[in-house]
């Protein structure tokens, strides 16, 4: 004797309903909690980016800065060297021609200018700098310059330093996004001695 099929039994109105308001609470709570923990932790994301941000622009500038070399013009290696800017000149972009290179602060943000020379001979003198942004919210006081300068026996160097007697370069920069807040501001440090000064 065969049994009867039983019935497939699906869920009612009532229980749909509890189903659905089950999971757009459960959504509800989570989305809050998300942007919970994203306004709390937005400061601490700001300054972890501006962090990466200027430890990257760094290792750029100390690159640069190891590879300055005689201008187009026939200018030595390093321009000028002052506590919050560096004038000197560089290939950066491996396209054969030296650029003059300015790292320079500016409130609070440290640039980087590149002119390329032109004419013939080569000029660099008129010719329109292009500058971007290598770090924001640098907090270096008067008593914390970004820029120090070394000789050949590794002494410090008065600034407006000497630029014949520049052989190394340290970089100090600290960046803090608000520094009412915690954590305290983060010091980035990094060096470079130039290549070819003796080689040229």
């Known amino acids: 004797m065969k049994r009867a099929p039983v019935p497939v039994r699906g869920f009612t109105l009532i229980e749909t309903i509890v189903v ?23 400061f601490l994301f700001q300054q972890s980016a501006a962090t990466d941000n200027a430890r990257r622009g760094i290792e750029y500038a100390l690159e640069n800065l ?7 013009d026939g200018s030595y290696p390093i321009a000028s060297a002052a506590t919050s ?13 030296v650029e003059k290179i300015r790292y320079y602060l500016s409130n609070g943000t440290l640039y980087r200018g590149v002119t390329n020379p032109a004419g013939s001979p080569p ?6 700098e292009a500058s971007t942004i290598v770090a924001n919210y640098v907090q270096n006081s008067t008593s914390t310059p970004i820029f120090n300068y070394y000789d050949d ?5 008065s600034t ?6 520049v052989e190394s370069v340290s970089v100090v920069i600290g960046v803090d996004v608000d520094v009412r807040r915690a954590p305290v501001t983060f010091t980035l440090i990094g060096s470079a001695t130039i290549r070819n000064l003796k080689a040229q």
Request: charged share 15%; aromatic share 10%; hydrophobic share 40%.
């Open 20 to 42: 659905i308001s089950i999971l757009a609470v459960v959504g509800v709570a989570i989305s809050g909690m998300i942007a919970y923990i994203y306004k709390t932790n937005t």
């Open 160 to 165: 407006p330093a000497d630029v014949s007697k």
């Open 85 to 97: 800017t560096v004038t000197f000149y560089a290939d950066v972009d491996n396209d054969g021609t």
């Open 153 to 157: 026996t590794g002494t410090l160097l």
């Open 66 to 72: 190891r590879e300055a070399s005689y201008g187009a």
């Open 123 to 128: 000029s660099y003198s008129g010719q329109t």
